[in-house]
Each structure stands twice: as C-alpha cells, then as structure tokens.
Nanobody, 127 residues
Framework: QTQLVESGGDSVQTGGSLRLSCRIEGYHSHWRNLCMGWFRQSPGKEREGVASIDIDSKTTYSDSVKGRFTISRDNDKTVLYLQMDGLKPDDTATYYC???????????????????WGQGTQVTVTG
C-alpha cells in the first residue's frame, strides 16, 4: 500500500522560506516512474495544483508560485520536495503531495488527475 507522508509545514513571516518534504512509502520500486505533484487548499477554497514533476524531471508551476517555488525529487531516497521562497500570506494553506499512476504529468495540475494523497502539512504565512 502506497503512503505519502508530508512534513516541513510551519508558521513563517512574509518573505520567509520553507522546504516541504513528502516521503513515499510502499511503492519504492515504481515511484521514480510516477508523476508527482504538490497541491494546496485553504478553508472554503478548492484544492489548487501548485507544481508537478514527471519522470524526466520536467516541471510545471501555477502562475501564483512560478519563480518562487521549486519542486524536485530524490529518486534514491524516494522523497519529493517543495522549496518555497518569498512566501506571502496568500500562500497560507494545507499543502498536500500526490502521485499519479502515470509517468508523465497532465498539462494542468488538477486534483482529479492524481490518484494517491498524503495527509497534508500546514503552512501559515503572517505579517
């Protein structure tokens, strides 16, 4: 059974940085063949695709985070990362990592196109 476990969420000041991690458990031999993504959700809002990365390390970003966030993967350690710099109050949300049972990512990073989810980690940006 595949499990995705996020960590790294915290409360930071505007302009600060955080690095989120997502550890993949139970699917080690295949995870490097999967499209992976980061999503976020605030109360009362739909889950928003933030970034994705495919097996060739091709990345996509939402316009709201482009130039500030960086998605990456460590295939040997089965860990997905999201480096977040220049954080703004609008970035406050619960962040989720997700896996898609496909090597390549969809052009649009939408929740219905991903198949497995973590439990989320909270990011709060103040000031």
């Amino acid at each position: 059974q595949t499990q995705l476990v996020e960590s790294g969420g915290d409360s930071v000041q505007t302009g600060g940085s955080l690095r989120l991690s997502c550890r993949i458990e139970g699917y080690h031999s295949h995870w490097r063949n999967l499209c992976m993504g980061w999503f976020r959700q605030s109360p009362g809002k739909e889950r928003e695709g933030v970034a994705s990365i495919d097996i060739d390390s091709k990345t996509t970003y939402s316009d709201s985070v482009k130039g500030r966030f960086t998605i990456s993967r460590d295939n040997d350690k089965t860990v997905l990362y999201l480096q977040m710099d220049g954080l703004k109050p609008d970035d406050t949300a619960t962040y989720y990592c997700a896996a898609r049972w496909d090597a390549y990512c969809p052009q649009e990073t939408t929740a219905e196109r991903f198949d497995a989810w973590g439990q989320g980690t909270q990011v709060t940006v103040t000031g």
